[in-house]
T-cell receptor, first 111, second 119 residues
Framework: KQEVTQIPAALSVPEGENLVLNCSFT??????LQWFRQDPGKGLTSLLL?????REQTSGRLNASLDKSSGRSTLYIAASQPGDSATYLC??????????FGEGTQLTVNP | GAVVSQHPSRVICKSGTSVKIECRSL??????MFWYRQFPKQSLMLMAT?????????EQGVEKDKFLINHASLTLSTLTVTSAHPEDSSFYIC???????????????FGPGTRLTVL
């Protein structure tokens, strides 16, 4: 059974800082891994999807890396802004098209 | 991009009543839809996988007679919470997989969620 852990659980930083969010998973037999953003009381917004054959993906100020063999992924956020405040979830896709979610990192970026 | 809608966005009901939540893929066909539940301060937990025209597959610990899932068309899946109780209060989120290639790894697109409160 896939288990996903995200560290830290919460993070509060001043605007402008560069951040690293960590995700680890126990079963390395994954097809891909997605990072999502969830605002309070809302659904999920997909940020980045990394295929199992890829090492990283970039979108604007976001960069996600994947080390499948060690069961780790990181999300790097450059020059953080207050609008980045949200909960960030990682979810590897395993057999049976099953997405397993971590409990997320709650990010607060202070102006 | 692909859009998934859910209706209603919020529902409050009395204990013992049934509530139906709809999940629609608006601009693509989805042969597979997924239902998740999220309790406060917790992550999303998969409840069931719904394939169009066949019975849903439920995760361990999810009561299939309590959470009825119907996936009658390629754009609509419904989740009915039967005889709802306060402990069923949660945030229910659906996702739909765009099956353009038939691959099991096609992207899942998520709906905005439905907040259920059972009094």
């Amino acid at each position: 059974k896939q288990e996903v852990t995200q560290i830290p659980a919460a993070l509060s930083v001043p605007e402008g800082e560069n951040l690293v969010l960590n995700c680890s998973f126990t079963d390395s037999a994954i097809y891909n891994l997605q990072w999502f953003r969830q605002d309070p009381g809302k659904g999920l917004t997909s940020l980045l999807l990394i295929q199992s054959s890829q090492r990283e993906q970039t979108s604007g100020r976001l960069n996600a890396s994947l080390d499948k063999s060690s069961g780790r992924s990181t999300l790097y956020i450059a020059a953080s802004q207050p609008g980045d405040s949200a909960t960030y979830l990682c979810a590897p896709l395993s057999g049976g098209s099953r997405l397993t979610f971590g409990e997320g990192t709650q990010l607060t970026v202070n102006p | 991009g692909a859009v998934v809608s859910q209706h209603p966005s919020r529902v409050i009901c009395k204990s013992g009543t049934s509530v139906k939540i709809e999940c629609r893929s608006l601009d693509f066909q989805a042969t597979t839809m997924f239902w998740y539940r999220q309790f406060p301060k917790q992550s999303l937990m998969l409840m069931a996988t719904s394939n169009e025209g066949s019975k849903a597959t439920y995760e361990q610990g999810v009561e299939k007679d309590k959470f009825l899932i119907n996936h009658a068309s390629l754009t609509l899946s419904t989740l009915t919470v039967t005889s709802a109780h306060p402990e069923d209060s949660s945030f229910y989120i659906c996702s739909a997989r765009a099956s353009t290639s038939g691959s099991l790894t096609d992207t899942q697109y998520f709906g905005p969620g439905t907040r259920l409160t059972v009094l």
